[in-house]
C-alpha cells in the first residue's frame, strides 16, 4: 500500500485544527426545523472527532518512520517523490516541503534513470526487488551502498508506483572490502573450517604456504589429512573444546609436494548460543626457515662450543673492569676449578703477588686500546693448593661499532713444560760432565798402568815383609781404581741399546762400587745379600744399571734428610720364579698420600734445584720395557724398600764385561 505524504494544504499535515461552522441568527423556526439542525449539528460533531482521530493517526505514523534508523520513500514510476522520513531526508540534505513532488533523478546521480527503465519490466512483473545499491548522491560526491527492498504500490490491479525500504550499509561494505582485501594481502595463512574437517575458506598466502595451484585446488583437502601427525590435530581440538582461542601453537603440516610445512598457528572456536563449535578459524605463520635458521645456528654455536671445549688451552673472557664473563671447561682440567667458580670474580684474585701487576697492566693496556697482542707468563693458585707457572695470551674484544668491551684471552699449564725445559738443560749439563769424567778416566788408565807396572816390579825385587805387605796394599788400591775408572767409562759412554742375559747379582755390585766413594763419605753402610738360586734375566745391562744406580741415590738422599748415618740394604733373590732387587733405606720413608704419585713424571717432592722428577718415571719406563715392574712401600719401623722383578730368562747368562784395571792401548 502506497504511502502518501503530507502537504501544506493538508489540516492534519499543518497541525491546524479544522473550523467549526458556526450557526446564524437565531430566527424563530417550526419545531422540525429545529430537529434537523440538531441532527446536523451531531453528526458535525462526530465528523469533527473522526477527523482528530485520523489527524493524531497520521501523526502517530509519521513520527513511527521518522523514528527510523532506514530510509523510507514512496514515488510514482516516473520518479516523483511522494512521500519520504526523516532519515531520507537527512540524506538528501533537503526540508519536506521540497522533497515532495520532486523527482528522485534529481537527488541521485548514480544509478541513472536508464538503468532503472531496463530493471522496471522485471520489477512490474514480480512487483517486488531486493539487493544492495550503490548510491551517489549529486550533492556529494561520496559513494554509500544501501540494502534495499523495493515493493510495488498497486491500484485497481495495476502497480503505479513504489515504496521502499533502505538500510545503509556502507561501512559493512568498507569493512568488509577492507576485510576481504586484508584476507587476500597477508602473508600469513588465513582459514576457515568446518568441525569434521572440511576447508571452507582460504587466502592466497595459505594456498601458496602449502604448494597449491589454486584455492579450488586446496579446498577438496580435508584438514585432517594436511597434518603430518594425525594426532596433533586431535590434541589441538581437545583443547580447543577446552578454551576457546589457542595461541601460536607449533604444529607441522603436510605440503602438496609432501615435505613439511612447520607453522605457528593460532586458533578459535566460534560457537552457537548452545555452545556448539560452527566452524574453526584462525592464522598459521610459516616458520620453516625460521626453525631451519634457528638448527643451523644452533649447529653453528654447538660447534663452537666444542671447538672452544676441545681447545687445550683454557680460554676465558673478561669485561673492562676485569672481571671473567666466559671460562670455558678446560678451567677444570688444568686448574681444578669449575667455570662456575671463577665467574663474575676478577683477575688476579689467585695470582701471585709478584706476578699479578704485569698481568693486571696487560689487561689495562688491552682495554684502553695501547695493544692489541699480548702475552705473559704468571704463576697461579691450583685449587689444590699447589702454584702453577701458566702463558697467557690475550686480545682486545670488540662489540659490532668496533667498540672494546672487554679481552678474550687462551691459558696454558706449562709448569711441566717449564720442569721439563729445565731436566733438559740439567741432562746436556750431565752430559757434558758425562764426556768429561770419560776423558778423565781415559787419561787416568795411564798414570794407573805406570802405578800398577811399577808396582809389580817392585813387588818381585822386595825382601822385606813390611815392604812386600805395603807394595801389596798399594797394588790392592791400584786396582781398585782401576775398576771404578772402567766403571765409569761404561756408565757415561753413549752406546746403542742391547739384549742379553745379564746376572742381577753381579749388576747391582757393579752399580754400587761405582756409588761407593759417596756412600762411604755420608756414612752409609752397604749391606748386599745374594741369594745362590739368583737366575739370569733378559736385558740392557747399562739401562738396568741405571735404574739400580737411580733408586740407590735415592736411598742415600732420603737418609741424609734424617740422619748423619744410616743403612743401606740390598738384596738380589729368586721369589717365585721371579729375580727380584730390593733396596730398602732407614730415611723418613713416603708418606701414604704421595706414594701412588711417585712414578708420575714430574712428581717430586724435592726443594727446588734438588730434583726434576723424571728420575722414577724413567726406571718404571725402563722396567716395563723389561717385562718387569717396580713397587714401592713404607715400612713400619721407618724407611722405604723398593722391589724390582724380572722375569726369569733361559739359557746361559751374558755378562757384563769384568772391570780392567790396565788399559791396553
Not at 696487560?362 to 686500546?369: I, K, N, Q, S
Not at 707457572?389 to 668491551?405: F, H, K, M, Y
Not at 787419561?443 to 805387605?469: C, S
Not at 733378559?538 to 736411598?555: E, P, T
Request: hydrophobic share 35%; with cysteine.
Amino acid at each position: 500500500m502506497a504511502m502518501r505524504g503530507p502537504t501544506r494544504t493538508d489540516a492534519a499535515a499543518t497541525g491546524q485544527r479544522p473550523r467549526r461552522i458556526q450557526p446564524g441568527p437565531e430566527k424563530a423556526a417550526p419545531i422540525v426545523a429545529d430537529s434537523a439542525s440538531s441532527n446536523m449539528q451531531e453528526r458535525l460533531l462526530r465528523l469533527e472527532e473522526l477527523f482528530h482521530v485520523v489527524s493524531r493517526s497520521q501523526q502517530g505514523y509519521r513520527e513511527l518512520i521518522d523514528s527510523m534508523d532506514d530510509l523510507m520513500f514512496s514515488a510514482t514510476l516516473h520518479g516523483e517523490i511522494r512521500a519520504v522520513n526523516q532519515r531520507f531526508a537527512e540524506m538528501a540534505e533537503l526540508p519536506f516541503s521540497d522533497l515532495v513532488g520532486r523527482n528522485l533523478e534529481s537527488l541521485i546521480e548514480e544509478p541513472t534513470w536508464e538503468t532503472a527503465d531496463r530493471a522496471l519490466p522485471r520489477f512490474m512483473e514480480r512487483r517486488f526487488w531486493q539487493g544492495i545499491l550503490r548510491i551517489r548522491m549529486r550533492k556529494s560526491s561520496g559513494v554509500r551502498y544501501f540494502d534495499c527492498t523495493l515493493r510495488g504500490v498497486v491500484k485497481d490491479g495495476k502497480v503505479v508506483g513504489v515504496s521502499g525500504q533502505a538500510r545503509d550499509v556502507t561501512y559493512e561494505r568498507e569493512s568488509e572490502a577492507r576485510f576481504t582485501q586484508l584476507f587476500e594481502t597477508l602473508h600469513e595463512g588465513v582459514y576457515f573450517s568446518t568441525p569434521e574437517g572440511r576447508l571452507l575458506d582460504a587466502n592466497p598466502a595459505l594456498v601458496a604456504m602449502l604448494g597449491y595451484e589454486n584455492k579450488d585446488e586446496l579446498l577438496q583437502e580435508n584438514v585432517n589429512e594436511l597434518y603430518m601427525n594425525a594426532e596433533d590435530r586431535m590434541g589441538l581440538l581437545q583443547e580447543l573444546d577446552e578454551q576457546r582461542t589457542l595461541r601460536e601453537r607449533e604444529i607441522v603440516l603436510r605440503k602438496k609436494d609432501g615435505k613439511p610445512l612447520i607453522c605457528l598457528d593460532t586458533s578459535t572456536a566460534i560457537r552457537d548460543a548452545t555452545g556448539r563449535v560452527l566452524r574453526y578459524q584462525g592464522t598459521l605463520v610459516d616458520i620453516t626457515q625460521r626453525r631451519e635458521m634457528e638448527r643451523r645456528l644452533h649447529q653453528e654455536q654447538e660447534f663452537a662450543r666444542r671447538l672452544v671445549e676441545s681447545f687445550p688451552d683454557m680460554i676465558v673472557v673478561l669485561d673492562r673492569e676485569g672481571q671473567y664473563t666466559y671460562v670455558s671447561a678446560r678451567m677444570k682440567e688444568q686448574l681444578g676449578y669449575e667455570p662456575e667458580e671463577i665467574l663474575g670474580k676478577g683477575l688476579g684474585e689467585r695470582t701471585h703477588v709478584e706476578d699479578r701487576g704485569a698481568l693486571l697492566t696487560l689487561h689495562r693496556e688491552m682495554v684502553e686500546g695501547k695493544r692489541n697482542y699480548g702475552t705473559v707468563e704468571y704463576r697461579t693458585l691450583h685449587k689444590d693448593g699447589n702454584w702453577r707457572t701458566v702463558r697467557g695470551t690475550a686480545s682486545p674484544l670488540s662489540d659490532a661499532g668496533g667498540n672494546i668491551i672487554g679481552v678474550i684471552a687462551s691459558a696454558r699449564d706449562i709448569t711441566d713444560l717449564k720442569r721439563l725445559e729445565q731436566q733438559v738443560s740439567q741432562s746436556e749439563r750431565l752430559a757434558a760432565m758425562g764426556q768429561m769424567m770419560a776423558g778423565v778416566a781415559h787419561e787416568l788408565n795411564n798414570p794407573l798402568t805406570a802405578i800398577l807396572g811399577i808396582n809389580d816390579l817392585l813387588r818381585e825385587k822386595a825382601t822385606d815383609e813390611t815392604m812386600g805387605r805395603q807394595l801389596e796394599l798399594i797394588q790392592k788400591q791400584a786396582r781398585r781404581a782401576a775398576e771404578i775408572v772402567q766403571n765409569l767409562l761404561t756408565f757415561s759412554r753413549p752406546r746403542a741399546p742391547r739384549r742379553g742375559q745379564v746376572r742381577l747379582d753381579e749388576l747391582v755390585l757393579h752399580t754400587i762400587q761405582l756409588h761407593e766413594y759417596s756412600l762411604h763419605v755420608n756414612n752409609i753402610k752397604v749391606e748386599y745379600q745374594v741369594d745362590p738360586g739368583v737366575m739370569p734375566v733378559m736385558g740392557d745391562a747399562h739401562q738396568l744399571m741405571q735404574v739400580f744406580l737411580n733408586l740407590i741415590v735415592n736411598a742415600e738422599q732420603a737418609i741424609r734428610e734424617v740422619n748423619k748415618q744410616g743403612t743401606l740394604r740390598v738384596s738380589v733373590e729368586h721369589q717365585g720364579g721371579e729375580q727380584q732387587v730390593s733396596i730398602q733405606d732407614d730415611g723418613p720413608g713416603i708418606p701414604a698420600g704421595i706414594l701412588p704419585r711417585i712414578f708420575d713424571p714430574f712428581f717430586t717432592t724435592k726443594r727446588p734445584g734438588r730434583g726434576t722428577g723424571l728420575g722414577l718415571s724413567i726406571c718404571m719406563a725402563i722396567m716395563r720395557e723389561h717385562g718387569g715392574n717396580i713397587e714401592a712401600r713404607s715400612l713400619p719401623e721407618g724407611g722405604a724398600r723398593f722391589t724390582l722383578s724380572f722375569p726369569a730368562a733361559n739359557g746361559e747368562s751374558q755378562l757384563p764385561p769384568e772391570p780392567q784395571a790396565v788399559s791396553k792401548e
